[in-house]
Each structure stands twice: as C-alpha cells, then as structure tokens.
C-alpha cells in the first residue's frame, strides 16, 4: 500500500477532476494525474492551499484522495472530444470486426454512452456491448440513433476514471 494521494478539483459530468502532472490544470484522465506524497499533500493542507470554489450554482472543496483506493475503483471511459468521424463504422473497419456502438449526442460530462451487454446505455467500457460487424450490417436500423466504433480504437481511446458515487469508499485528506 502506497502512502501517495490525488487531489480533486470538482467534477465533469460524473467523473471527478484531478489535478494533472507539471502543473497542467486538471483532467478526469488518471494517467495524467499528479500523484502527491504525503508530505506534498500536508503541506498545501497545512498552507490552506485546498480552496474552496464556486463552479455555477456547485461549491467544490479541494481535497486528497488516497491513489490506491481510487486506483482498486476505476471506471474506463471514452472521451468525445477524442473520436474523430473518420474513426467510425463504415470509413473505418475493424481488423477483428468488433465494434462498440455509442448514443448519438448523449454525453456523461464528455463520456459516451455504450450500448450495454444488458439492457440500456453506460459511459462505463466494463458493460459495453461488442458487436460483430455481421450483426450490425444485418440490423443497420437498429443503429440509426447511435455511431459505430471499432473496438481496437475505443480501447485505443479509453481512460481510468473515478466517479463521484465511490467518494465514500475511499480515505480523504484535507474535507
């Protein structure tokens, strides 16, 4: 167990915010998380540096979160900023012919939403739904309401995140 902890900075859409590496504002994107140790987090809590804030009508307070229980309670997601059109069924195939379909203009914060291996839609990869390109060029009006990504590039795509509704499962500093 590692003694080393993120720091929040509100939310988008579910996902929490972090502040990111060498300074570079904050993102939802873990990879690209500063990682504090203790002794860093302390001492912005000891100088009053966690701040509170008013994004619209939300108030956010700052605080750390231990890494190794965000890291045991991510969810993998795909951000819409990052698929670009030509990316998708049918200007791109898949190698396998696996692909994921996601509702049009139906976003978690910037997260798609997938169709799932049970009924419904989540932004989270671990329910989403592989279809065989078969399926999808034998039911083409099935799909009329969502785009079609090849699997390989939504894995290329996707992102540890964590979510606001694991905030109690996990060890905080400076709330």
């Not at 231990?66 to 190698?95: F, I």
Request: net charge negative; hydrophobic share 30%.
């Amino acid at each position: 167990m590692t003694d080393t902890f993120y720091k929040t900075n509100g939310t988008v859409g579910t996902s929490i915010l972090f502040w990111a590496k060498d300074a570079k504002g904050y993102t939802t994107n873990l990879n690209k998380a500063h990682v504090y140790t203790r002794k860093e987090a302390q001492s912005e809590i000891d100088d009053g540096v966690p701040r509170e804030q008013y994004k619209g009508s939300s108030k956010y307070k700052e605080f750390f979160i231990k890494t190794d229980d965000v890291d045991r309670l991510l969810t993998y997601r795909v951000d819409e900023q990052h698929v670009d059109n030509k990316d998708l069924y049918p200007n791109t195939k898949s190698n396998e012919r696996q692909y994921v379909a996601y509702i049009k203009d139906k976003w978690d914060g910037n997260d798609l939403f997938f169709a799932r291996t049970v009924i419904g839609t989540s932004p989270d990869l671990y329910w989403v739904r592989v279809f065989h390109q078969v399926h999808i060029e034998q039911h083409a009006d099935c799909f009329k309401d969502m785009n079609i990504l090849p699997l390989e590039k939504c894995k290329e795509l996707e992102r540890p995140t964590f979510q606001v509704e694991n905030l109690n499962k996990v060890e905080c500093l400076g709330n």
